[in-house]
C-alpha cells in the first residue's frame, strides 16, 4: 500500500523531542531528512519481509551452533535460498565472514518484526524481546517457512508509523555514536550497535 508520507518536518520534531527526553545529544540542524515533502512510501510486501525473518533467523540459528548442511537443507525445503545474499551464503555454508555481525543482526530481526506485529513494542532503551524466539520459525523441530507464515498472524504496521520510526532510530543511531564518542553510557539497556541494526532493518 502506496500511501503520501508524513510531514518529514513535524516527524523529525518528534524525534528530536525523544532524543531530549532521553538526554540524548541532538543532530546538527543540517542533519538530513530521511525523506521529502510530498514523497509516497510504502512497506516491501509482508512475504518479501517474512523471507528476509526467516533467513536473519537461519543466520542466528547457524551463529550458534546449527551445522551448515541443516541450514542449507531447512533454505532448500523453504525455497529460500535466492533470498540469501553472497556473504550470508559464505557464512551459511562454510562459516567465512564476521561471526560478530552476524550475531548482531538479532536487533535487525526484531525490528523486522515490530514491522509486521510481530511484536508490540520496540523501544530504544529495551533490549530484544525475550519472547520474540517464539515467534520465529522452528527450525530445530522441521517447521518449513511456508508452515510458520501460516502460523504467525502478519499484522503489518502502517507505512506512516514505520517511517516514523525509521526517521526516529536514524537520529538515535547518531546520537548514540556521539555518546559513545564521548565515553559515555547511553540510556537503557542497549548500544550504538544494536541501535545501527535496527534502523538498517
Known sequence: MTVSAPDPREVREASLDELSRLGLPLPPPQFPL???????????????????????????????????QAAMSWLLASHLVEKVTP????????????????????????????????????????????????????????????EWRSRILAAPQHPADAAALLDLHYCLDWAYLEVERDGRR???LVDANAIGQRRWA
Open 34 to 68: 530521511v525523506w521529502e515533502p510530498g514523497d509516497q512510501i510504502e512497506l516491501r510486501s509482508t512475504a518479501e519481509i517474512e523471507a528476509r525473518i526467516a533467513v536473519l533467523h537461519l543466520i542466528l540459528a547457524r551463529c550458534f551452533g546449527m551445522p551448515p
Open 87 to 146: 556473504p550470508e551464503w559464505q557464512f551459511v555454508t562454510g562459516s567465512k565472514g564476521d561471526h560478530r555481525s552476524f550475531v548482531l543482526h538479532h536487533d535487525a530481526l526484531f525490528s523486522l518484526a515490530w514491522v509486521l506485529g510481530l511484536t508490540k513494542l520496540l523501544d530504544p532503551t529495551l533490549p530484544v524481546d525475550e519472547r520474540l524466539v517464539e515467534r520465529m520459525p522452528d527450525i530445530a523441530a522441521g517447521e518449513t517457512f511456508a
Open 186 to 188: 547511553p540510556p537503557g
